[in-house]
């Protein structure tokens, strides 16, 4: 079997992964359905997998990625060319994806609940590792103050934008995307800065 063949049958079972669990949920998603969704043997199935919890984990990691995918072309096309614009954009980004997902079966709400729980360090890194190198970027260029610990800032962003994905506001209006940059721009980016550029 080539690579690229084993490439494509992997992305073919966590494709139909995917649509079992939104037809079925993954409680009642059977290792057998996954199979007969992919067209795949139930022995094919575990050449790639070990079990359902490891099918599971990949698809996770799928939508991460696709995500990250997306908000970077997201930030890429409306974030501008400063940190704050990119910051804004992201946040906006992320409520957005709140109202997309939410009403999406794609999981049972107590299994989502279940896997924030059990990857939210790693969740927590991967949404601060992809913003490190924008906070980087504006270091170089001068844009947040040259002290600035990059880590512990992109974690601190990565928490804001993890509430915005998670907690409805009695504040702000979060359908609307100007309240949510205006919200942001007013508080996200000053902990960054010198207080003279303030």
């Known amino acids: 079997m080539t690579q690229s063949v084993a490439v494509d049958t992997r992305d073919a079972i966590i494709s139909a992964a995917f649509a079992c669990f939104r037809t079925r949920g993954l409680a009642k998603t059977t290792i057998v359905d996954i199979a007969r969704e992919a067209d795949v043997s139930r022995s094919t199935f575990y050449e790639y997998f070990r079990d359902k919890e490891t099918i599971v984990e990949a698809c996770a990691e799928a939508a991460s990625q696709r995500f990250y995918r997306n908000m970077a072309k997201a930030i890429d096309r409306h974030g501008g060319s400063t940190l ?19 009403p999406e079966a794609y999981f049972d709400e107590e299994e989502v609940s279940l896997m924030m729980t059990k990857n939210a360090a790693t969740l927590l890194k ?47 209006d979060m359908p609307d995307d100007d309240a949510v940059a205006e919200f942001v721009r007013a508080y996200a980016v000053n902990g960054f800065v010198s207080p003279r550029r303030r």
């Open 84 to 102: 704050e614009g990119r910051l804004v954009r992201a946040a906006v980004f992320v409520t957005q994806a709140r109202r997309v997902v939410e």
């Open 126 to 172: 991967e949404c601060a590792d992809f913003l490190a190198p924008y906070v980087t970027a504006a270091k170089l260029t001068g844009e947040v103050r040259p002290d600035l610990d990059v880590a512990s800032a992109t974690e601190w962003f990565a928490r804001m934008l993890f509430s915005l994905f998670t907690t409805p506001s009695p504040n702000i």
